[in-house]
């Protein structure tokens, strides 16, 4: 089995998930330091129910913090991606429960799940996503840690 490069994850990413090649270069950019935890438990697996309520709500965490910021396009578009997730989470559409799966909900694109992946690191390294430490300054109340708990 070839090493996994960053280069080759890109390429796996893009091929499997039909993402724009970019997109799957800054995904692997952003994945490929936690290469060893891509296998287990990782973002692009399956989700069970607490990992995807945990996605929506980050998601939906950056909608009210864009807005507070007076942006109210990407408030829109992160409330719009959250609210395609809750909807299927609370109908057990399974299918949609994974990196592969949730690009078939409505709103949810190459850019969306980008802020996935770089929600899976922040929980993994105990860190917030680039969106959230730009928007810290605009926040009125915490912004919630990434988790990529099983716990419900």
């Not at 607490?50 to 942006?71: C, F």
């Not at 770089?118 to 390294?125: D, E, K, L, Q």
Request: charged letters at 25%; glycine letters at 6%; aromatic letters at 10%.
């Amino acid at each position: 089995m070839p090493k996994l490069t960053q280069d080759l994850l890109s390429q796996r990413i893009a091929d499997r998930f039909k993402v724009a090649p970019a997109v799957a270069t800054e995904m692997a950019e952003v994945a490929h330091p936690h290469k060893d935890a891509l296998y287990a438990n990782s973002v692009f697996q399956s989700w069970n129910k607490a990992q995807a309520t945990r996605i929506a709500g980050h998601l939906w965490s950056l909608s009210k913090t864009y807005g507070e910021s007076g942006d109210k396009g990407r408030a829109r578009v992160f409330s719009r991606a959250s609210s395609s997730l809750y909807e299927a989470i609370k109908y057990d559409n399974a299918d949609v429960c994974s990196f592969e799966g949730v690009k078939s909900l409505p709103y949810v694109g190459d850019r969306i799940r980008l802020e996935i992946v770089h929600f899976w690191v922040g929980a993994i390294t105990g860190s917030f996503t680039p969106r959230q430490e730009s928007l810290k300054s605009h926040a009125t109340r915490p912004l919630p840690q990434p988790s990529w708990s099983d716990e419900d």
